[in-house]
């Protein structure tokens, strides 16, 4: 019986649900006659309420009419203006290509000179840009890229300020002036310094040359300044007054100055070396070292052998005193006991003359092969960017390569003097050598001789 | 004559500028070396004869030329002459081994200038490597030729100091 009476309140809900509102206000019935009256109560007022809605949409309908009546009658409207329009339009056309007509009879040959001013203006606008007269005068070229792209007929005073900027370039490339300008220096700084100008070719401050960027339109110090001699003819240029002076001039108006920055300088070809470069540097070094200790020491000993041959008293601090000194202590023993202790004697001096001289002769036939070691290890690395790479690019080897030849640079570098002050280091121990071994003898000879007369 | 030396000196530098800055160590070696031979002529020629002459008669004049005092006397002034004798020939024959060297170092250095400029500018213009390519060339015919000059005769002059030595040695007789 519950199960029944939930399910027809639910029904009533349902059938409620229209109107939301109202079964939400809807008084709960008590018991099944109050049900039953209230459902007959909202019936009456349902139908009531049915047919005032229906008495307004039957009202409304005819206001609808109405309006549709009245959106047609726009419509219609609108419609016979479109066609109005598109005639006028028309109508414009043909007036607008009648009158452009009469515009190029009325032009008639100004045209063509228009058509020049525009291309002048365009290679002028391209020409300022580089030129360094720019930089004395920016904001030249915005004026010719302006007439170059207008569409309009350029007016007089366009025409002048034209002709006046192609007669400023051609007078103030013929001058050489001094201005005060901004300099962006290399470290990023902006100074704002004086400035010569020379023509069209060259722009400098106190010591140094500057270029003009036409990218940032702005003066730059180089990267790079040229050779000391190209550089000081700059100074000495400012120093001067009056009068005619040399001076280095770049004709190419600044391309070859800003080549400058991207040529590899001494230094950096030292770098490409890498460690086999350092290691002949290493080489070379110690040779040197070896050269200049064995050249100051065989000078001292043959400036001490040459005061000895001099002199008649044995003086132990140089090797011909020492072997002198061996025949003054055996002097009363045979010929040939003397002779075999003047060969020991001598023995003992030559390997202090002879020491380090074959080991520079070793550090310069060193110097070489390590250079070859450097070609190679550079040439791997080559070969390792082609299988990388491949050999579509000839930079990408080339840096390879050049390490390979820096390096054969280097070792011959380090040969060659190495070679050169062997062969002089050489040359002087050998003319000691026979001093001591050759002549010993034969001046302790003399020396006898001397004696018994 | 003065427009004939003109001509000569402009094309030397021409030479030079196309050969690089290596051939300048060329020319300076061979200048050394020559300076050097020249010398060697020289004292081979007119001042050992009269040296030769002295010694020979200082030992002739010696009474006693057979004891080993006399020996080692001798023996030693042979000695003095063969270092004078031999003096900068070893440096003369160090230049003429250098010399080609020198080619060689200015071979690679002109093949470096070559791939500077095909880093830069890539194999596409070869006019562009054509003066790296001389620079590597002509050291390296330069230091054969210099070298070749002073082989020839270096290698005489050392045949001629050995005779001379042994002239010296032969016309001092000891008994």
């Known amino acids: 019986m519950k199960t029944v009476l939930k399910s027809v309140v639910l029904a009533a809900a349902v059938a409620l649900s229209a109107q939301p509102v109202l079964a939400a206000d809807a ?8 049900l039953l009256q209230q459902v007959k109560k909202d019936r009456l007022s349902e139908g009531r309420i049915n047919k005032q809605r229906e008495q307004e949409f039957l009202s409304e309908r005819a206001d609808k009419q109405a309006l549709l009546r009245k959106a047609k009658a ?4 609108e419609k016979s203006r479109g066609e109005q329009l598109a005639a006028d339009f028309a109508e414009n056309e043909k007036t607008l290509s009648q009158l452009e007509e009469e515009l190029t009879l009325a032009v008639g040959n100004l045209g063509e000179a228009f058509g020049i001013v525009r291309q002048v203006a365009g290679d002028l606008n391209s020409r300022f840009q580089n030129s360094i007269i720019s930089a004395q005068f920016p904001g030249r070229e915005t004026l010719m890229s302006e007439l170059a792209q207008t569409k309009d007929l350029p007016e007089l005073p366009q025409l002048e300020e034209l002709w006046f900027a192609l007669q400023q370039e051609a ?13 962006s220096t290399n470290e990023g700084e902006k100074v704002t310094q004086d400035v010569v100008r020379v023509g069209a070719f060259n722009l400098m401050n106190e010591d140094e040359y500057l270029v003009y960027s036409s990218d940032n339109q702005a003066i730059t110090e180089l990267g790079r300044q040229p050779e000391a001699h190209f550089v000081s003819s700059v100074k000495n240029y400012m120093g001067e007054g009056a009068g005619v002076h040399p001076l280095y001039v770049d004709p190419s108006r600044g391309t070859i100055l800003s ?3 991207t040529k590899t300088t001494l230094g950096e070809y030292y770098e490409a070396g890498g460690i086999v470069g350092y290691i002949i540097t290493g080489v070379l070094l110690l040779g040197l070292l070896i050269v200049l200790e064995r050249l100051l020491v065989l000078s001292a ?7 000895q041959l001099k002199s008649d008293v044995a003086d132990e601090s140089n090797p011909l005193g020492r072997i002198i000194k061996v025949y003054e202590n055996n002097r009363n023993v045979d010929v040939e006991t003397l002779e075999l202790k003047l060969d020991e004697a001598i023995l003992k001096e030559t390997p202090r003359i002879e020491r380090g001289v074959s080991v520079i002769k070793i550090l310069a036939a060193i110097a070489p092969l390590l250079g070859l070691l ?4 550079g040439m791997i690395a080559t070969f390792q960017s082609i299988t990388l790479f491949g050999t579509g690019d000839p930079r990408v080897m080339a840096g390879g390569i050049s390490t390979a030849l820096v390096t054969t640079v280097l070792g011959l570098v380090a040969a060659l003097p190495l070679i050169f002050l062997h062969s002089i280091v050489y040359a002087r121990s050998q003319a000691l050598i026979h001093v001591v071994e050759e002549q010993s003898a034969g001046i302790i000879a003399a020396h006898a001789e001397k004696e018994n007369k | 004559m003065m427009l004939f030396l003109m001509e000569i000196w402009e094309s030397v530098r021409d030479f030079m500028n196309t050969g690089g800055d290596v051939l300048w160590l060329v020319a300076g070696a061979l200048f050394i070396m020559w300076s050097l ?16 002459k002295r010694i020979v008669g200082d030992w002739d004049a010696r009474a006693d030329t057979t004891s080993w005092y006399a020996h080692r006397i001798r023996e030693a002034w042979i000695s003095q002459a063969q270092v004078k004798l031999q003096a900068r020939m070893q440096l003369i024959k160090t230049l003429v081994a250098i010399c080609p060297l020198m080619g060689l170092l200015g071979t690679v250095t002109g093949m470096v200038a070559v791939f500077e400029v095909m880093a830069q500018m890539g194999t596409g213009n070869p006019r562009l490597m054509a003066s790296g390519i001389s620079m590597a060339t002509i050291p390296t015919m330069s230091g054969m030729v210099a070298a070749l000059s002073g082989v020839f005769f270096s290698s005489r002059l050392e045949a001629k100091v050995k005779v001379a030595e042994h002239r010296l040695i032969d016309s001092m007789p000891h008994h």
């Not at chain 1, 007078?171 to 300099?183: H, N």
């Not at chain 2, 031979?37 to 030769?52: C, D, G, H, N, Q």
């Open chain 1, 27 to 34: 008084p709960k019935a008590k018991n099944l006659e109050e």
């Open chain 1, 259 to 261: 080549l400058l920055t």
């Open chain 2, 37 to 52: 031979m020249i010398e060697r002529y020289w004292y081979l020629s007119a001042v050992f004869p009269k040296e030769m």
């Open chain 1, 374 to 377: 450097g070609t190679v290890t």
């Open chain 1, 301 to 307: 000993i043959g400036g001490k052998i040459r005061k």
């Open chain 1, 74 to 77: 726009e419509l219609a409207a």
């Open chain 1, 171 to 183: 007078t103030q490339s013929g001058k050489i002036v001094k201005f005060s300008a901004e300099v």
